[in-house]
C-alpha cells in the first residue's frame, strides 16, 4: 500500500510476521504509527479495515493492537507496548516522515526485529 492510495499522506505499509513465537497470540497485528493526526486517523481506518476484512458474518473481528486503545494512567506504556509486540501475530508500521522521526516508532521496529 503506498501513498497514491491515501491521497496527500505519503506513507507505505510494512508488514512482519511474528517468526520468534510457536504459539497462539493475542492479537493478529500491532499497529505501528506517529501518534499525529494523520497517523492516528490512518491506523483507525486500517484497524476497522482489517476487522471487517473476510469476518464470516457471525465471527468476532480479528484482534489489533492499537496502543491507545489499551493505554490506562496506572499501566507503564513500554511494557504495554512491550506486551502488544510480543502477543502479536504480525506488525504493521505504518510509515511516513514522522513515523522515522519518532522515537517510540524506532524502538517498537528495534524491538521486533
Known amino acids: 500500500m503506498r501513498g497514491e492510495d491515501f491521497p496527500g499522506i505519503p506513507f507505505f505499509l510494512h508488514l512482519s510476521l511474528n517468526t520468534a ?4 497470540m493475542k492479537y493478529k497485528a500491532f499497529i505501528s504509527y506517529r501518534h499525529s493526526e494523520n497517523g492516528r486517523r490512518h491506523a ?3 484497524e476497522t479495515a482489517l ?4 469476518k464470516p458474518t457471525l465471527a468476532r473481528p480479528m484482534k489489533i493492537f492499537r496502543d491507545e486503545k489499551h493505554m490506562k494512567p496506572d499501566i507503564s506504556l513500554p511494557k504495554l507496548i512491550r506486551e502488544g509486540l510480543e502477543n502479536s ?3 504493521i508500521f505504518l510509515a511516513e516522515r514522522a513515523s522515522a522521526e519518532s522515537q ?3 524502538e517498537e521496529l528495534e524491538y521486533w526485529c
Open 21 to 24: 513465537a510457536n504459539r497462539p
Open 44 to 46: 483507525v481506518a486500517l
Open 51 to 54: 476487522k471487517r476484512y473476510a
Open 89 to 91: 501475530e504480525y506488525l
Open 104 to 106: 517510540w516508532c524506532g
